[in-house]
């Protein structure tokens, strides 16, 4: 147990889970960005509901969305240095983790802060479908992140992320990894997607994706619909040729989206105090 707001000693004991041999490519790390950017990516600004806050995945309403299929196993591999540091809320442990994750995997420094609590208000929880769908287009995406807040740079940008972990077939039917090191943060993902050949594939199951198969390495890499959306939409694929061209422009603005993804919904005052979330009773001021 570590003394009450010590998020330093909770940073080292993420980044001691991130190995996991057993695990898909040996690495908590990617499920762990999955979960922190599903939990604050049910935000509508309009109405002021979902985002990290209240950590609402813990229920059935939100947890037993098929979108969110699979991101029990983050959770798992987090529930000791939640035993181990009791003090820290649900909300602030998810979206640290991805902070620290994407670091540990040789990302940039996003800046985060606590006060999250875990509080969930009825009225507050997201309905389901508010998460992004792999199978649609850029109208699709749109719809989706500007319901957040977020513009086409902001979007694509957000969508590097896709240079970590894979697809798994048994959570959303779609089958892959994006990159050949998925373990490894970096702006290989746009760069595979301008200059591979992308070809639609229906899988067993019925679902389209789109693959690349590579004779020499004897790999099959994958996009989503959504992904080569991107590349199609010029006002996105702009921003992917900028990205594919320039990593540290990529991990610049990455760093700023996220710490935006992970702090939607949440007012703080000139200390960074959260004044919308009341920390001592873990309940809502409204
Ligand atoms: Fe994603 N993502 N994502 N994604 N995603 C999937 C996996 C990961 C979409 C669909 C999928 C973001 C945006 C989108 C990650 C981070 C981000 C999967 C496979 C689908 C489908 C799930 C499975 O089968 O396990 C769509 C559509 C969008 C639209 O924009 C954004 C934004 C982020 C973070 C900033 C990461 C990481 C993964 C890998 C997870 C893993 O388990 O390896």
């Not at 513009?151 to 077939?169: F, K, M, P, Y």
């Not at 943060?185 to 994706?209: A, C, D, M, P, V």
């Not at 991107?230 to 900028?242: I, N, S």
Request: net charge negative; with cysteine.
């Amino acid at each position: 147990m570590s003394k009450k707001g010590d998020f330093e000693a909770v940073r080292k004991d993420i980044a001691k889970l991130m190995h996991q041999p057993e695990y898909d490519d040996g690495s908590a790390g990617p499920v762990l960005v999955r979960l922190a950017w599903h939990s604050a990516g049910t935000y509508d600004a309009e109405t002021d509901t979902g985002g990290s806050n209240g950590a609402g995945m813990r229920y059935e309403a939100e947890g037993g969305d098929p979108a969110n299929a699979g991101l029990q196993h983050a959770r798992v591999f987090l529930e000791p240095v939640k035993e181990k540091h009791s003090w820290i809320t649900y909300a602030d442990l998810w979206t640290l983790a991805g902070v620290v994750a994407i670091k540990q995997m040789g990302g940039p420094e996003i800046p985060w802060k606590g006060g999250r609590t875990d509080y969930v208000d009825d009225s507050k929880l997201p309905p389901r479908g508010r998460l992004p769908d792999g199978a649609q287009g850029s109208d699709h995406l749109r719809w989706i992140f500007y319901r957040m807040g977020f513009n086409d740079q902001e979007i694509v940008a957000l969508s590097g992320a896709h240079n970590l972990g894979r697809c798994h077939s048994d959570r959303s039917g779609f089958e892959g990894a994006w990159v050949n090191n998925p373990t490894r943060f970096s702006n290989q993902y746009y760069r595979l997607l301008l200059s591979l050949q992308w070809r639609k594939k229906t899988l067993k199951n019925g679902i389209e994706q789109f693959v690349n198969y590579d004779e020499d390495s004897e790999t099959e890499l994958m996009m989503l619909p959504t992904d080569i959306a991107l590349t199609q939409d010029p006002k996105f694929r702009k921003w992917v040729e900028l990205y594919a061209r320039d990593k540290d422009r990529f991990f610049e603005d990455f760093t700023k989206v996220f710490d935006k993804l992970v702090e939607l919904g949440i007012q703080r005052d000139e200390n960074g105090e959260i004044t919308n979330s009341d920390n001592e009773n873990g309940g809502y001021h409204a």
